[in-house]
């Protein structure tokens, strides 16, 4: 693929969009193409965390998966939120009945769907553009592998 985004015959010289030289790019096939954009990712606001959603389901929480980035945040439950991956996408469940899931700042009720650039507060949600130490806080990817 072109940076400028078109697809190309994978001996092609030129892009067939932009003209640009492409012979130095390696031809990616269909199912490497279908695995590097179907990426769901949640990282961590700074970017230190990153966790690859591979599974239909999860539970995420201090005693779940996420574990090892979550066991330090006292206000995210052991089996705090419930994550689906289906062909319609990732989506959130809250399973906390105390410190609750959110989504874009606002509680979720029911199962929500996630889009690239969400942010998924664990226990927490942002206060006059502050976060709660306690909390956990991710930014969903969803595209290319990070």
Known sequence: MCECGAKNPPNARKCSSCGEDISDILPITEREEEQSTSAHI?????????????????????????????????????????????????????????????????????????????????????INGSRQEEAAYFLVRIGQCM
Request: glycine share 10%; net charge negative; aromatic share 8%.
């Open 42 to 126: 949640l990282s961590s606001l700074d970017g230190q965390y990153v966790y690859k959603m591979t599974d239909g389901q999860v539970i995420i929480g201090r005693e779940n998966h996420m574990s090892e980035y979550l066991s330090g945040k006292s206000y995210v439950s052991r089996a705090h939120a419930k994550l689906f991956l289906e062909e319609s996408g990732l989506s959130v469940e809250n399973m906390s009945s105390t410190n609750f899931t959110y989504v874009n700042n606002k509680k979720i009720q029911e199962r929500t769907k996630l889009q690239d650039g969400d942010e998924v507060g664990l226990g927490g949600m942002s």
